[in-house]
């Protein structure tokens, strides 16, 4: 691919997002982020050098010492491949408080618009448009109803063998929805120049597809 393409995708929990930027970017040839990823890796980072969250001075030096990146669909931390190191209970947990400190999420932005910045890339979360990369060329808002996402994420806990109230299951959908737009650090927005699909009955595919034919359309 010549010329370089930056693909944002945003939207609430709930509507897919991963999912379909997953498949556009495999698709397309060229890398998903994993923001998501991205959170877990610092987070088994700390946990290696057991660096305490309070100790402000000592995260600031591991992450200025800290590179993160991803080649077909391998995440790589500062060289070395951590795909299943950072897939443990205790990665999860440190990578979830460390997320809340806005000197992680700073480091990470930067990381993120550096790869936007040396190749095509297709990145999603809650900001990606609004705030990560504003100048990417295409920029969608992905949504859906509240009762499709619940919907969608009960099919998913039911196929791991949990069981949950589906209409909890929405109540919480809505609640995040609402932390989510509200926050003051960049709220879950759209982009005055995103495109909104609402997919809301579409299937995965027909989600894609959609996508596809609006960045062959602009190109």
């Given at each position: 691919m010549k010329n370089k393409i930056r693909i944002a995708i945003d939207g609430p929990s709930g509507a897919g997002k991963s999912t379909i930027a997953k498949r556009v970017a495999k698709q397309m040839g060229?890398?998903?982020?994993?923001?998501?990823?991205?959170?877990?890796?610092?987070?088994?980072?700390?946990?290696?050098?057991?660096?305490?969250?309070?100790?402000?001075?000592?995260?600031?030096?591991?992450?200025?010492?800290?590179?993160?990146?991803?080649?077909?669909?391998?995440?790589?931390?500062d060289g070395e491949i951590v795909n299943d190191k950072i897939r443990t209970p205790a990665v999860s947990k440190i990578a979830s408080d460390a997320s809340a400190l806005?000197?992680?999420?700073?480091?990470l932005v930067v990381l993120q618009r550096k790869m936007g910045q040396v190749k095509s890339v297709v990145m999603d979360g809650r900001d990606i448009?609004?705030?990560v990369l504003t100048d990417a060329e295409y920029k969608f808002f992905m949504t859906a109803s509240s009762a499709e996402r619940a919907k969608r994420r009960w099919l998913e806990l039911s196929e791991k063998g949990e069981t949950a109230d589906l209409a909890q299951v929405e109540a919480d959908i809505i609640q995040r929805d609402h932390n989510d737009s509200t926050r003051v650090l960049n709220p879950l927005k759209k982009a005055g120049d995103a495109i909104e699909l609402d997919t809301t009955g579409m299937t995965i595919e027909e989600v894609t597809q959609k996508i596809l034919e609006v960045i062959k359309w602009q190109s």
């Open positions: 060229i890398d998903y982020i994993d923001t998501g990823a991205m959170y877990r890796a610092i987070g088994c980072k700390i946990l290696e050098n057991r660096i305490d969250l309070k100790d402000k001075e000592a995260l600031k030096q591991l992450l200025a010492q800290t590179e993160i990146d991803f080649i077909d669909g391998t995440i790589i931390l806005p000197e992680v999420r700073e480091k448009g609004t705030n």
